[in-house]
């Protein structure tokens, strides 16, 4: 492993894409985005490693790097993650301009380094937005999320054990769409991947998740107008229908949830006084 620094900012890298079964072990070529602090200019380190298992995981790739780095003298680049099961949300890394990297509905932490080449270049920056600001390298600060949930409030209906769930009805449709829309993990790749950085999917999700359920009517309007208010505090931009959001979503979270929640909030606003 060696480093250089390079202060450009570009992604021209060269494409991911190609799986291989049997791989011997891979060289590669990391810019990974160095920032000492929020305040601090970031840029570009360049790292070469040359042992790369293609059995590892992307993120065990990067600890291998960190590794090197404690043992060469040097600081480890700091990232997010958690779960690496692909559950938690947490690990918020653009892979060569896309958050999340190349693979559908996959994680980081669920990418595995056999689907890069030999010799390939990859680049490796924060999730980009305004309202998730760098905390230091390549962690951000998603804590805007937690407060439009926060905003949303909780529900007043009593849930009840497993059984008592078992026994109201709700129609299966709504269920499934409700079940889908609760898939959201929260880790903010719709944001990243939308030209306004728009938080919509992520709002629509989980405003959908209750909207559809009987346990979520009591407080529907009040919790809709709050999170979209909440939405436009944090500075997040508005929805233009690009869908980036819905192919960079690794919980494959559909855009038809957008459309939930302009009808949600339009409603809402009908019925206030
Ligand atoms: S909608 Fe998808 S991309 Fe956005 S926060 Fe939820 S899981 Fe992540
Ligand atoms: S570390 Fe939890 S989803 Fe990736």
Not at 65 to 89: K, P, S, T, W, Y
Not at 177 to 202: H, R, Y
């Amino acid at each position: 492993m060696s480093s250089s620094h390079d202060t450009h900012a570009a992604h021209g890298a060269a494409s991911t894409h190609g799986a291989h079964a049997e791989k011997k072990s891979l060289r590669l070529t990391l810019h990974v985005w160095r920032q000492r602090d929020p305040n601090a200019e970031g840029k570009f380190a360049t790292y070469k490693l040359d042992d790369v298992s293609p059995d590892m995981s992307f993120l065990e790739m990067l600890d291998v790097l960190n590794e090197r780095l404690i043992a060469g003298g040097e600081e480890a680049i700091a990232f997010d993650h958690d779960c690496r099961e692909g559950i938690c949300g947490a690990c918020s890394l653009t892979i060569n301009g896309q958050p999340h990297g190349f693979e559908r509905e996959t994680t980081t932490c669920q990418i595995h380094m056999r689907r890069f080449e030999d010799g390939q270049t990859i680049y490796i920056e924060p999730f980009r937005a305004n309202a998730f600001p760098v905390v230091k390298d390549l962690v951000v600060d998603r804590s805007a999320f937690d407060r439009i949930i926060a905003a949303g409030g909780f529900i007043t209906a009593r849930a009840g054990s497993a059984p008592d769930a078992n026994a109201l009805p709700i129609p299966q449709v709504a269920a499934d769409a409700a079940m889908d829309a609760a898939a959201c993990i929260g880790c903010g790749a719709c944001v990243a991947s939308c030209k306004n950085a728009s938080a919509m999917l992520f709002v629509s999700a989980k405003v959908s998740h209750l909207a559809l359920l009987p346990q979520g009517q009591a407080e529907r309007n009040s919790r809709v107008l709050a999170m979209v208010e909440q939405m436009d505090k944090e500075g997040f931009g508005n929805c233009t229908n690009e869908s980036e959001c819905e192919a960079a979503c690794p919980k494959g979270i559909s855009v038809s949830n957008i459309a939930r929640l302009n009808r949600e909030y339009l409603r809402a606003l009908a019925s206030s006084d």
